[in-house]
Nanobody, 114 residues
C-alpha cells in the first residue's frame, strides 16, 4: 500500500505561480512512476505531468509553464506551476503507480482567479 498526501493548493491570480507537493509513504520502494492529474468541474480527470526515474512528460496545455520534479530523500514529488491561467482551475490529484496498482491522493484545489 502507498499513501499520498497533497498540499499547496489555493487561490492564485492569473499569471501567478504555485507549487504543489505530494508526500508518499508506505511501500514506496515499489513505485516506478508518479504524476499529477487534474479534474475541473464537469470534465474528466486528465494527466498534467508524470515522472519516472529517467523521464518526464507533460500535457500540451501545460508545457513550458509547469515543471514536475522529485526529491527522493523526502519521498516527495512537486509540481511547479507558473503563468497560471483561469483554465488551470481544478482539483489536482497526485498519482503513484507500482506494477499492480495505481494510488491516489485526496486532491488539492487550485483556483486561478482575479
Amino acid at each position: 500500500q502507498v499513501q499520498l498526501v497533497e498540499s499547496g493548493g489555493g487561490l492564485v491570480q492569473p499569471g501567478g505561480s504555485r507549487r504543489l507537493s505530494c508526500a508518499a509513504s508506505g511501500s514506496i520502494f515499489s513505485i516506478y512512476a508518479m504524476g499529477w492529474y487534474r479534474q475541473a468541474p464537469g470534465k474528466q480527470r486528465e494527466l498534467v505531468a508524470a515522472i519516472t526515474s529517467d523521464s518526464t512528460n507533460y500535457a500540451d496545455s501545460v508545457k513550458g509553464r509547469f515543471t514536475i520534479s522529485r526529491d527522493n530523500a523526502k519521498n516527495t514529488v512537486y509540481l511547479q506551476m507558473n503563468s497560471l491561467k483561469p483554465e488551470d482551475t481544478a482539483v489536482y490529484f497526485c498519482n503513484a503507480k507500482d506494477r499492480k496498482y495505481g494510488y491516489w491522493g485526496q486532491g488539492t484545489q487550485v483556483t486561478v482567479s482575479s
